[in-house]
């Protein structure tokens, strides 16, 4: 069983690097040491390039027995367990994850933290921290999200656990859509409701978003199918399947064919042809299907 000391709190600092950046309701704190006592001893860990004890576990309650201290000499001592981590950092991070303490931005820009300092992959740390790798990367992906929905989240407005739950890099400007709506609805009292009604809007758009993708592949088979109809020699261009992928993605395929065609040798009357589903694509998907100058020219030259 770890040992309980008495250490003078001024021989304590605090780590300003640790994962926890927020700390509310001090005064409440406050009032619970002085009717309670410390319930539980700060975690320290000497630090020998600074001479003093570095602060592990327990920040909210030393901001909160510094301001006794200066009230009462009581509190000038505090009760504290000395430990020694491999990695201050991690062992921070992992007291504070199973103590709930930490915000959901906190926890994701730790993970950053530790997987870009090069020491570590993503892959390490459910074992390092003893949490799942799925509640890491639903984390990550906050930090990916704009300003605005991290404003949102961060003001509750949106539940964090149901954003966390979208793939948005699958559906090009459905975050946008999605919460430029939410940002416009009524916020019920009842949180339940609310996560209903917001959940029920990223469904709806995310349904509206696949059936655009899925069109969009039947769409570029039968633009596929239009050549081959023509007997042209297309073994050597292959069309790749994009259900289920972003329509980012699949309009690059599109592009793609568009740039062999451009190769072909064809008779105006056929340029007639696929240009006229070309301009029906582009119309379609927003103009991101980009036209080559030549099919342009060759087809202007049809219609005179």
């Given at each position: ?69 200066k ?12 430990i020694k981590?491999?990695?201050r ?11 709930r ?5 906190e ?30 990367t ?7 999200l704009s ?24 559906f ?7 919460i ?16 209903i009604?917001?959940k029920?809007?990223?469904e ?60 072909l ?40």
């Amino acid at each position: 069983m770890a040992q309980v000391i008495e250490m003078p709190i001024e021989n304590i600092e605090r780590d300003s690097e640790q994962p926890r950046k927020n700390f509310e309701d001090i005064g409440l704190l406050c009032s619970s040491i002085l009717k309670e006592g410390l319930l539980e001893p700060l975690k320290v860990e000497y630090d020998e390039k600074k001479g003093k004890y570095m602060l592990i576990d327990g920040e909210r309650r030393h901001r909160a027995l510094e301001i006794l201290s200066k009230q009462d000499k009581l509190y000038k001592n505090v009760s504290v367990i000395i430990i020694k981590s491999k990695n201050r950092f991690i062992t921070q991070l992992s007291t504070d994850i199973h103590k709930r303490k930490l915000s959901v931005f906190e926890e994701a820009e730790a993970f950053d933290k530790i997987i870009n300092s090069g020491k570590y992959e993503l892959e390490d740390l459910p074992a390092i921290l003893g949490i799942r790798l799925s509640y890491i990367t639903k984390r990550l992906k906050l930090l990916a999200l704009s300003n605005k929905t991290q404003r949102l989240i961060k003001e509750k407005k949106i539940p964090a656990s149901v954003i966390m739950d979208v793939d948005f890099k699958r559906f090009k400007g459905a975050e946008q859509e999605i919460i430029r709506e939410i940002d416009s609805i009524k916020i019920f009292k009842n949180k339940n409701s609310t996560k209903i009604k917001i959940k029920r809007i990223i469904e709806e758009k995310l349904n509206s978003k696949k059936a655009i993708i899925e069109q969009f592949n039947k769409d570029l088979n039968s633009f596929t199918d239009i050549l081959k109809q023509f007997e042209y020699k297309i073994e050597e261009y292959k069309i790749e399947e994009y259900i289920g992928e972003s329509l980012e993605d699949a309009i690059k395929s599109l592009n793609k064919t568009i740039e062999y065609i451009d190769k072909l040798e064809i008779s105006n009357n056929t340029i007639k042809s696929l240009y006229s589903r070309l301009k029906e694509l582009k119309k379609v998907y927003g103009g991101n299907a980009e036209i080559s100058n030549k099919m342009i020219k060759e087809n202007s030259q049809t219609n005179d």
